[in-house]
């Protein structure tokens, strides 16, 4: 089992910035292909990026490329989502998400084995 903790939501200006940090337990990241998601207010839950820990390729929604940038810490077996130049349509609750490296949900858009409980991301004047 995966335990996933994401941290690091409020309230931000647009045009600001905030890191979101996903803290996993039970697998190490180098097992661990990582996506996340976000959910705005009345609508669907939508990919933000995925992760493949086999060859280290992130890929980047268009609504965020350029903006958002992912990293890892293997270290402390967490990872990382800076966000710059926020927009009021970035406000969502965040989720970090994962599946084994040898899986492929993420890409294909389908659902992930493992969530996170979601952190709150707030833009707006």
């Known amino acids: 089992q995966v335990q996933l903790v994401e941290s690091g939501g409020g309230l931000v200006q647009p045009g600001g910035s905030l890191k979101l940090s996903c803290a996993a337990s039970g697998w190490t990241l180098d097992h661990l292909n990582i996506g996340w998601f976000r959910q705005a207010p009345g609508k669907e839950r939508e990919r933000v990026l995925c992760s493949r820990s086999s060859d280290g390729s992130t890929y980047y929604e268009d609504s965020v490329k350029g903006r958002f940038i992912f990293s890892r810490d293997n270290a402390r077996n967490t990872v990382h989502l800076q966000m710059d130049d926020l927009e009021p349509e970035d406000t969502a609750v965040y989720y970090c998400?994962?599946?084994?490296?040898?899986?492929?949900?993420?890409?294909?858009?389908?659902?992930?084995?493992?969530w996170g409980k979601g952190t709150l991301v707030t833009v707006s004047e």
């Open positions: 998400a994962a599946e084994s490296r040898y899986s492929s949900s993420c890409l294909l858009g389908y659902n992930m084995d493992y």
